[in-house]
């Protein structure tokens, strides 16, 4: 189908086994029909992990940051890599991204979230959500980090990549720290 000639292409046409081979399958499938079923030929991977951001995830080293934003992060203008994640929710996304990835035991926190008492009273009640969905692995049940819009916002340009996700909580972003696999 619409692709598969691409593929075969790029693997003839000198891909080998190395690094570059993994990064060119997977953008030999970007915009192929039926190209979300690979997550469910794999075992223990969720449909909600798209060839695009396993791969992102597996890029990223020890210290690196990735941001999952709401439905009204800005999310094309604060990214060096931007991963389209449209219809889910942060929260289901965390489950289905957390077996994978490894949080940072080196800080004493265990995300970074926008402070939200600029124009609420209570804390958002997705952040519980998190907490439930962290706390499940090693160093998630640590405190979250609070940082101001603007700071959050200066975060977020930085991080290695972000998600862009269909989240309509307010103040549903969140950045997670890559720690080391043991």
């Known amino acids: 189908g619409g692709g598969g000639g691409l593929c075969r292409a790029r693997r003839r046409g000198g891909g080998g086994a190395g690094a570059g081979a ?45 941001v999952f934003g709401d439905s009204n992060f800005p999310a094309a203008s604060h990214s060096q890599r931007l991963i389209r994640a449209d219809g889910h929710g942060i929260a289901e996304l965390l489950d289905a991204v957390l077996p994978l990835f490894p949080l940072d035991y ?18 958002p009640p997705v952040w519980e959500k998190y907490r439930e969905a962290l706390a499940k692995w090693p ?3 640590k405190r979250f980090e609070i940082l101001p ?25 969140i950045i997670l720290r890559k720690g080391v696999v043991r």
Request: hydrophobic content about 45%; some cysteine; overall charge neutral.
């Open 22 to 66: 993994t990064g060119q399958f997977f953008s030999c499938l970007r915009g192929v029909r039926g190209v979300r079923r690979l997550a469910a030929m794999l075992k223990g991977i969720s449909r909600l992990v798209s060839p695009e951001l396993i791969k992102t995830l597996m890029e990223m080293g020890h210290t690196d940051e990735v």
């Open 106 to 123: 080196a800080e004493d926190y265990t995300a970074v979230l926008m402070d939200y008492r600029i124009r609420l009273k209570d804390e």
């Open 139 to 141: 160093d998630g049940s």
């Open 149 to 173: 819009k603007p700071e959050f916002y200066a975060r977020a340009a930085g991080a290695f990549a972000v998600v862009a996700t269909g989240e309509t909580a307010g103040f549903a972003n």
